[in-house]
């Protein structure tokens, strides 16, 4: 049997890795920025109809609801990487006709699968229960005072019994892209995101519920999601078989070894997360501080528009992993060099191009959340110019982040993340009291120079060490 009849992107590697690398990279990009633009377009009913004072609200709410978002991208990434690597590992052992591991790589996909559903459940339902107890103290620990309080809290609560699927929504797609189906984990977010559009009009524009709508048209789409997304992997039980993995309820079990896997290899995910959370908190605590809520309205709109990007990024870094964990499995590692560098070619010139579309157009841009309010148009638009102009080195973290989560490096790829909210804290605190509101506008855009500059020459090092180690092995039976 030849290996392109046992696994796609061993055809691909072979024949065109620029096709391997689009085959994923387009349908995850796709369904990014549905994600970004259902957000986008949450901010512009919110801002066009509640004004300045709905998009401080929730500005405030979002760290915290994405704070679980990147558990769930952080099981997803752990897992997902782990079922690509062990698929890599299965086809290589194919290739030299061992066949003595087939078994036991059959049992970890089992088990991984099922280590990864009893995390989703146990930091769901620990999130609910945080989410119940805090909500209101993580609001005030960010300013929020007066209507922008009331509205932020209107939006919390119909998560605080739905935690579960906002992170099952979040790790599901993941989870069925590295199960060889980019097209259908594309489809599920893009139907969520159709639904909560049109939820959203229900909720907000017909119904007046304000941000409380806006909440339950957001975990109405993600029941959605996570329900067809668990429909689709316990197809593999059924006779209308569905999904490609090969699973069995007698080899389902939880794996402490493996949890703690997901978990490393995801953490760089979560943390990235954490650390736009956290950040986002300061900013909006700062802004409250040394601006208004009109300030924090507008770092609302300015965050829509870096948001939509990110979700680029995030999705060409998700597209890349499954091809890159997969040759880092059957040991390609020129190929996996290929497929990075197009990744980066790709996630740069994304960043330039809409950071200059978002500096030629400004104010027609911002006037789609709110075109009545001047001072709103002129603190975004000030906003714009000062937070962004290295968004695309942003975007290069992110990818630097998913590559070494790709090749089984968690502690590296963690180690980018920490520091990328290391390298801010400081700047967040001197340059405020200097600079005043620019100061809190500027502390990001520096921060992402100064991660280049480390990040970049570490990425190169990773690669150039590998392919020497490739070139040693290649050369060790002749010796």
């Known amino acids: 049997m030849q290996a392109s ?25 796709a369904a990014m920025l549905v994600n970004g633009f259902y957000q986008i377009v949450d901010g512009i009913f919110i801002g066009q109809y509640l004004g300045y004072e709905g998009l401080a609200g929730i500005n405030m709410a979002w760290p915290i609801i994405y704070l679980f978002a990147g558990i769930g991208l952080m099981i997803g990434m752990g897992s997902g990487s782990l079922l690509s690597i062990n698929r890599g590992q299965q086809q290589a052992s194919t290739n030299i006709d061992t066949g003595k591991n087939t078994h036991a790589q059959s049992l970890k996909t089992n088990h991984t699968l099922a280590t990864a559903t009893v995390l989703i459940i146990g930091f769901g339902l620990l999130g609910s229960l945080m989410l119940s107890m805090s909500g209101t103290g993580l609001l005030l620990a960010q300013g929020a005072t007066g209507s922008t309080l009331i509205l932020a809290q209107e939006y919390l609560d119909p998560f605080s019994w739905s935690v579960i699927f906002t992170i099952l929504a979040a790790a599901i797609p993941i989870l069925i892209r590295n199960d060889e189906s980019p097209n259908l984990a594309t489809s599920l977010m893009v139907m969520g995101a159709c639904l909560n559009i049109l939820l959203d009009y229900i909720f907000i524009v017909q119904m007046n519920m304000a941000l409380h709508g806006a909440a339950i048209a957001t975990v109405a789409a993600q029941i959605a999601v996570a329900t067809c997304g668990v429909i689709y992997f316990l197809s593999s039980f059924t006779k209308v078989k569905i999904s490609k993995l090969t699973l069995k309820f007698a080899s389902m079990r939880f794996d402490f070894k493996l949890a703690r896997q997901i978990l490393l290899l995801g953490s760089s995910s979560f ?13 909006n605590r700062l802004f409250m501080e040394y601006g208004s ?25 998700e597209g890349m992993q499954p091809p890159v964990s997969y040759f880092f499995g059957a040991k390609q590692t020129e190929n996996i060099e290929k497929v990075l560098v197009l990744a980066t070619k790709v996630t740069i010139t994304a960043g330039i191009v809409w950071l200059l579309i978002l500096n030629l157009f400004p104010s027609s841009i911002i006037g789609l959340f709110n075109a009545e309010d001047t001072k709103l148009i002129q603190e975004a638009t000030s906003g714009i110019r000062l ?18 989560m790709a090749v089984n490096q968690g502690k590296k790829a963690l180690a980018i993340s920490v520091a990328n909210m290391f390298v801010q804290l400081p700047l967040l605190y001197f340059l405020p009291p200097w600079l005043g509101v620019k100061g809190v506008w500027l502390a990001m855009p520096i921060s992402n120079v100064l991660m280049f500059i480390i990040v970049a020459p570490m990425v190169w090092h990773h690669l150039k060490a590998d392919k020497e180690r490739e070139v040693d092995r290649l050369l060790e039976p002749r010796n």
Do not use: C
Not at 293 to 317: D, S
């Open 5 to 29: 009849e046992l696994h796609p992107i061993s055809d691909s590697s072979k024949q065109n890795i620029n096709r391997t690398f689009w085959r994923y990279a387009i349908p995850s990009v």
């Open 293 to 317: 809520p009109v300030t924090v309205g507008a770092f609302a709109i300015v965050g829509y528009l870096m948001v939509l990007y990110y979700f680029v990024a995030e999705g060409l870094g």
């Open 271 to 283: 943390v990235m997360y954490l650390y736009t959370s956290f950040v986002f908190a300061l900013h």
């Open 387 to 404: 937070h962004l102009f290295a968004m695309f080195l942003d975007g290069y973290l992110v990818l630097a982040i998913m590559f070494f």
